[in-house]
């Protein structure tokens, strides 16, 4: 693609305001804008913070304060998943957990500077502005140990054994990563969301390890100074994150929201809280849809985007300050959402959209893919009361301080609808008894798609995830492979021709969004119908038809003028095999039809359920040769609970 028609393209998509902010940002920064509004200081230059040694604090975080009348709750939540106590002594061992998944031991203190995959160092000085992101490897993996998740495995370890080392070994580390990141220096300031959910991380670790001999005075003054810098850098540069148009810009409200709130004692506080109070309603109005999606087009965004919600609303109610009700509606319909797509029996979703491993309120034992935590917790604090029957998942609602989450009765399911359509996030669910299908049905899309996932179907069985999304794996790679996880081959879909469904114009941006077409007939509540047609004229209807013991997939292809390919990604815990156009599994067979069928085989494939992490799959592909063709894939479901 030339650069007068990606240019085109941009202006096209994003609109003529976006992209004049955008080229407007730019010249800013190579004039020194930003670099001059959030000079590189010290933390001695700050000025004190008045009472900012004494505790508590101006404003009330909503960690339930302790007491034996907490022992039952967390034996009982305790005996599922991995006790959180044995996670904190790793932590206190110099061990860290990388986005919930993989462990590594880069000491205590750490490198905060250091790719933990590459072992490249990011720069440590310098202004944040003047520093290029993508020159240390995938700066993820610099980021994420700055981003201290790992406070929360502290302080949920703190409450259930007093063990003030755990204090210790948290203030010790803010103290060491204050020394090694003076304020706007470093590749760690270069994010204001990153800098938002680290503000959100100290706090939460500030007021769960309240009152302990570790939380002295000056190590509380030094923390509020930390706050209000955070604060400073995030306020002044707040209208690129609301620019992004996802969740930044919500994560950076909800860090001068949480700052303005906590400390009221700061000269500033009053202006970062009315802003943060402004752009979230704002951001609640125009990024959560109508339906209850995201303008994110990911299930993992979309779970970030509610917990920071949930932690916002939660903090204003401890201080006497509730959000609109609009605001509240919007988060009440993105927990119901969720809600939609899990798994009740093991909380797991299809693995839809980018995954970056975030999880930034890590608060019970349920593991990174389980969805159940956010969905109770979204009822609880909207609703308060539960949708999901009790557990370990209730962990996180109580130590958002639903005190209640503990007893409240559960409020009876509705009646669950064959069909469910969520046309502004371009999702059709179908349920016929043990058996799910989630198809990727996109009408018009008012933000930027995320993958080339159209027509996609995800299909699921007694809580088993046969056909499957592959996930995201990695953001900043330059091995070939890893683009075709979000690309049209690391979906359950149809390739034309070997191009994808949409032109890359970057990184994060496809051009050329196409527009599709959904037929929902009331006769038929087990079927959706769906079509598109992309940039080169190549046109895909799929019509998916879903029965307790089968899903039957039908393909009509036209416009293509080399060969077609369909893939199916299959569950990695079955043994497949192919047998003429059947792919046979121990449980499942997909039996394919089709007037001409040039090869169908089994190829190696992967999936990444945790981010920078990717394990092998199976892959049906079936390839037609042109001009167009019709394929229909017969799905037998057998019992997974035999």
Known sequence: MNRISWAWQLLRLMGPGWVSFRVAYALR??????????????????????????WPLGGRLFVPRSGNADAPLFASWDAHGEDVRAVAARINAGEFQLFEHDWVAPGSPPDWHRNLATGQRAPATGHWSQLDEFGSGDVKLVWELSRFAWVFPLVR?????????????????V?????????????????????????????????????????????????????????????????????????????????????????????DAARWREQGRQALESQARSLIYDDGGFAQHSVNYHRLMLEVFLWCIQLGRANGTEFSAELLGRVRSAGKWIEALLDPDTGRVPNWGSNDGAHILPLT??????????????????????????????ELAWWLGCAEAGA???????????????????????????????????????????????????LWFGGANLLRDTGSYRYNSNEPADALFKSVVGHNTVEFDGHDQMPALGRFLYGSWPRGTVRLSPDTPGTVSASYEDWKGCRHERTVTLAPDRCIVMDRLDGFHREAVLRWHLAPDEHWHVDGSTCVGT????????????????????????????????????????????????????????
Request: aromatic share 8%; hydrophobic share 40%; net charge positive.
């Open 29 to 54: 920064q190579r004039a020194g804008w930003d670099a001059w509004r959030t000079p590189v200081t010290s933390w001695d230059a700050l000025p004190v913070i008045p009472s900012a040694g004494a």
């Open 157 to 173: 370890a703190f409450r259930r054994t007093s063990d003030e080392s755990l204090a210790e070994c948290y203030w010790r580390l």
């Open 175 to 267: 103290e060491h990563w204050s020394a090694h990141n003076p304020p706007n220096a470093g590749m760690n300031w270069k994010c204001g969301q990153e800098t938002s959910l680290r503000v959100i991380a100290w706090c939460f670790g500030l007021h769960g390890f309240a009152a302990t001999r570790a939380q002295t005075p000056e190590r509380t003054a030094l923390l509020a100074k930390m706050l209000a810098a955070s604060a400073h850098r995030v306020a002044a540069n707040l209208h690129y994150g609301l620019s992004q148009r996802n969740n930044h810009g919500i994560s950076e409200a909800a860090g001068l929201w949480t700052v303005g709130i906590l400390l009221p004692e700061f000269p």
């Open 365 to 394: 034992n349920c593991g990174y893919l389980d969805y159940r935590p956010v969905v109770q917790a979204t009822a609880m604090v909207t609703d308060r009361c539960r949708v999901l029957r009790p557990g370990p998942w209730d």
């Open 408 to 458: 409240a009765d559960c409020e009876p399911r509705a009646s669950i609808a064959m069909r469910q359509d969520l046309p502004d996030s371009g999702l059709t669910v179908l349920r016929a008894g043990e058996a799910r299908a989630i198809v990727r049905t996109a009408r018009k899309f008012r933000h930027r798609p995320a993958q080339s996932d159209l027509q996609h179907v995800d």
């Open 587 to 642: 449980r499942t067979s997909i039996h394919v039809t089709a007037e001409r069928v040039t090869l169908a085989r089994l190829v190696e494939g992967r999936e990444s359920l945790f981010y920078n992490s990717a394990t092998p799959i199976k892959v049906f592909e079936i390839r037609v040769p042109a001009p167009s063709a019709s394929i229909q894939s017969e799905i037998i479901l057998a019992s997974v609970r035999a």
